[in-house]
């Protein structure tokens, strides 16, 4: 079973910056394509990004469109969501997973197990 590690949070002013990393240790990532899910309180879980297996392909949610960049670097098993103009509604659990396929209807295409997620809170 595919099982990835999200790391990378923390607490950030509005218009920050943070970088998120999404790492395998039992599994090649490179098989995968891979997405950032995250949750808000008191809110469901939605889709943030999705990275295709050779980076041809890019999904973003209207939200973070323009200040995430989704990424990965398959040489180091690890997929990365580049945050910047943070905002407090930025502020959630962030959660990577694989999808079968990075196209618009990625977040109905999750397989596998949740993490623990990573913390974003963007305050000041």
């Known amino acids: 079973q595919l099982q990835l590690a999200e790391s990378g949070g923390g607490l950030v002013q509005p218009g920050g910056s943070l970088r998120l990393s999404c790492a395998a240790s039992?599994?090649?990532?490179?098989?995968?394509?891979i997405a950032w899910f995250r949750q808000a309180p008191g809110k469901e879980r939605m889709g943030v990004s999705c990275?295709?297996?050779?980076?041809?392909?890019?999904r973003y949610a209207d939200s973070v469109k323009g200040r995430f960049t989704i990424s990965r670097d398959n040489a180091k098993n690890t997929v990365y969501l580049q945050m910047n103009s943070l905002k407090p509604e930025d502020t959630a659990v962030y959660y990577c997973?694989?999808?079968?396929?990075?196209?618009?209807?990625?977040?109905?295409?999750?397989?596998?197990?949740w993490g623990q997620g990573t913390q974003v809170t963007v305050s000041s």
């Open positions: 997973a694989g999808v079968s396929l990075c196209d618009n209807g990625y977040q109905k295409r999750r397989f596998g197990s």
């Open positions: 039992t599994f090649t990532l490179d098989y995968y394509a």
């Open positions: 990275i295709s297996r050779n980076s041809g392909s890019t």
